[in-house]
C-alpha cells in the first residue's frame, strides 16, 4: 500500500474552512487502496478501480421501441393516410440478422429488430388494420420508435468512471456492456478504537462514574456504510505504553485508525503522547459546529484521525471530514450531492468564520412549502438530537443570522452515509 508522509496533515494554526480541508486532503494524501477484481454480484457499493468500457453497443441493434408496425418513411404518403400490406411478423426473438426485409410494412413487438430498409415503428394503437392491410395516419416523424444501435452506449465507450461508487444500476450497465466482474478497489481497512477507563461495553454493569461506549458503535456502523473493513479493537485502557503499542500494532495493517476522545491536552488524555511515541500527530483546527480540533496524523505509513468525545461532534466530522478522507485514500470520488434547500422555521444566531450544522426535522408549510424546525437541544452529546431528527441544515461560515422564512440547505441524515 502506498505511504503517507509523516508531514502530510500539516497545516498553520488559523481555523480552517471545510473547502480548505478537502483541497488539503486531495493534494496531499495517495490513494493507499489496492486493487482486486470481484464478480458483479459482489460489487455494489465497491469503488471502480480504473474506467470500464463498453464490450459492446447497447441495444446491440436497431429495434423497435414499441409493439407495432414497421415501415420504411420514403413509403408514407405526403398527405393523409397511408395503406401499406403487413407482409412480416417479427417478434423479439429474431436476431437483426433474421429480420426479413421490409416490403410494405412489418408487424412487430418492443425489442424486436428492424428488418432492413426500415427506419420507422407507428404504435399500434394509433393504425387502424383492414383486412391484410394497416392504414398509417400521418405525422410521425422519421425515426420515430426505433431504438438504433448504440443508442444508450456505444463499444469502446467509458461506461463507468474509475473512482465511482457501484450503484445498483451501475453494476446493471456492466453486464449490458459484456462484463462479468470489475477491477475495483479493495476495501480501506479502518482500526477503531476507544480509549479511557471510564468506558464500559453495553450491556454490561455501569459502576459508579461509567459511562456506555456508544460512540464507537456510532462510528462502527456508519465507517461499514461507507464501504470499510473494520477492525473493532474495543476499549483502550489509559496505559500510553499499552497504548503506543496497539496504535502502532494497528498500523501495520490498516489503512486508517480512527478513535474518539483522548487527544486534548489534558493529563488523561493519553492518545496524544502514545501516538507522537510511534509516529507524528498534529491538530487541525476546524471552523464547524459541532466539532473541536481533530487530530490527526501518520503511523507506520497509516493515516491516524482522532475525533472529539462529544457524539454529535463524533458524525458531524466524521461525516464532513473524515468521510472525503476515507473517500481519498479509498480512490473514490467524493461528489456529495448538492444539499436540499428548505425554509427555516426558527431564528438563529452564530458567529462569523465557522460553520454550523444544526439538526433540524421537516414539516410541510401551511402553503406546501417544506420547513426545517430546530431540535429543542443544541448540546453536542445529545444523542436524541440525531435519532429525533431528519437530518443537518448548513449554516455557512459567514452568517450571523438566520430568520423565519429564510431558505437553507439541508442534508437528510440518509445521504450523508
Known amino acids: 500500500m502506498a505511504q503517507l508522509a ?52 447497447v441495444p446491440g441493434f436497431a429495434n ?7 415501415v420504411r418513411y420514403a413509403d408514407l404518403a405526403a398527405d393523409g393516410e ?23 410494412a412489418a408487424r412487430i413487438f418492443t425489442g424486436a429488430p428492424m428488418p432492413p430498409g426500415a427506419d420507422t415503428v407507428f404504435m399500434q394503437e394509433d393504425v387502424r388494420l383492414e383486412g391484410s392491410h394497416v392504414a398509417l395516419p400521418q405525422g410521425l416523424t422519421p425515426g420515430a420508435n426505433m431504438r438504433p444501435a448504440g443508442e444508450d452506449i456505444a463499444a469502446g465507450a467509458i461506461a463507468i468512471s474509475a473512482g465511482r461508487r457501484l450503484r445498483p444500476q451501475d453494476v446493471a450497465l456492466a453486464a449490458a456492456t459484456g462484463h462479468a466482474d470489475l ?8 482500526a477503531l478504537f476507544s480509549t479511557g477507563d471510564e468506558l464500559v461495553a453495553p450491556g454490561e454493569p455501569l459502576p459508579p462514574g461509567g459511562v456506555y461506549d456508544s460512540n464507537r458503535v456510532m462510528l462502527g456502523a456508519l465507517l461499514r456504510r461507507l464501504g470499510a473493513e473494520v477492525s473493532d479493537l474495543g476499549v483502550l485502557r489509559d496505559d500510553p505504553g499499552a497504548l503506543a503499542e496497539r496504535i502502532a500494532g494497528a498500523a501495520r495493517d490498516h489503512d486508517l485508525i480512527l478513535t474518539s476522545g483522548g487527544v486534548s491536552t489534558g ?24 466539532g473541536r480540533p481533530l487530530a490527526m496524523g501518520a503511523v507506520g505509513g497509516a493515516a491516524f484521525v482522532g475525533l472529539p468525545g462529544n457524539p454529535v461532534a463524533v458524525y458531524v466530522t466524521l461525516l464532513f471530514v473524515v468521510r472525503p478522507l476515507m473517500a481519498r485514500l479509498g480512490g473514490a470520488l467524493h461528489e456529495p450531492l448538492p444539499p436540499r434547500m428548505v425554509r427555516a422555521a426558527f431564528p438563529y444566531r452564530k458567529k462569523s468564520g465557522r460553520r454550523e450544522f444544526v439538526r433540524v426535522s421537516l414539516a410541510q408549510g401551511p402553503d406546501g412549502v417544506t420547513e426545517a424546525h430546530k ?32 431558505m437553507i440547505p439541508f442534508h437528510p441524515h440518509g445521504l450523508l452515509w
Open 375 to 406: 431540535f429543542p437541544r443544541d448540546g453536542a452529546g445529545v444523542l436524541t438530537s440525531l435519532t429525533e431528527s431528519d437530518g443537518l441544515a448548513e449554516l455557512a461560515d459567514d452568517l450571523t443570522r438566520v430568520a423565519e422564512g429564510d
Open 64 to 70: 423497435s421501441a414499441v409493439d407495432g408496425y414497421a
Open 82 to 104: 397511408t395503406l401499406l400490406p403487413v407482409t412480416a411478423r417479427i417478434a423479439a426473438r429474431i436476431s437483426g440478422d433474421a429480420a426479413p426485409a421490409i416490403e410494405g
Open 183 to 190: 477491477p475495483v478497489r479493495k476495501r480501506l481497512r479502518v
Open 6 to 57: 509523516d508531514d502530510c496533515f500539516a497545516f498553520g494554526g488559523r481555523l480552517m474552512t471545510i473547502e480548505e480541508v478537502l483541497a488539503l486532503i486531495h493534494e496531499r494524501l495517495p490513494v493507499v487502496a489496492g486493487v482486486e477484481t470481484v464478480p458483479l454480484a459482489l460489487a455494489d457499493g465497491r469503488v471502480a478501480a480504473e474506467d470500464i468500457l463498453a464490450r459492446n453497443d
Open 267 to 290: 493529563e488523561e488524555d493519553h492518545v496524544k503522547a502514545a501516538v507522537e511515541a510511534v509516529g507524528q500527530l498534529v491538530f487541525w483546527r476546524l471552523g464547524i459546529k459541532p
